[in-house]
Nanobody, 123 residues
Framework: QLAESGGGLVQPGGSLILSCTAS????????IGWFRQAPGKEREGVSC????????NYADSVKGRFTISRDNVKNVAYRQMNSLKPEDTAVYYC??????????????????WGQGTQVTVSS
């Protein structure tokens, strides 16, 4: 089971750190993806990190502002979000799938999904 945390209300230009914690299974050998869905829009891939933790991938809309990382000892993945914009407002989901190292797609091919956490960027 995956659980996201760290969402909330933040002003434009602010920062948040989202966490994705796995319980009942290990994140070892699994790529981790972060996705978001805004009201009335399709779900989009935002960032991902491969099973080795050395390969990351970001959507153009968040490059330079978001950073994904993982701690396999703690069984947690993180996403640091800086310079937040109102258009970043969405429900954010993490997802995992067993994949070979260096594989890190931003498509919805993942097996296990969290319930999501709301991020609202507004003044």
């Amino acid at each position: 089971q995956l659980a996201e945390s760290g969402g909330g209300l933040v002003q434009p230009g602010g920062s948040l750190i989202l966490s994705c914690t796995a319980s009942e299974f290990t994140l070892d050998y699994k790529a981790i993806g972060w996705f978001r869905q805004a009201p009335g829009k399709e779900r989009e891939g935002v960032s991902c990190i491969d099973s080795s933790g050395t390969v990351t991938n970001y959507a153009d809309s968040v490059k330079g502002r978001f950073t994904i990382s993982r701690d396999n000892v703690k069984n947690v993945a993180y996403r640091q979000m800086n310079s937040l914009k109102p258009e970043d407002t969405a429900v954010y989901y993490c997802a995992t799938k067993r994949m070979f190292p260096a594989m890190c797609p931003l498509t919805s091919t993942y097996d296990d999904w969290g319930q999501g956490t709301q991020v609202t960027v507004s003044s």
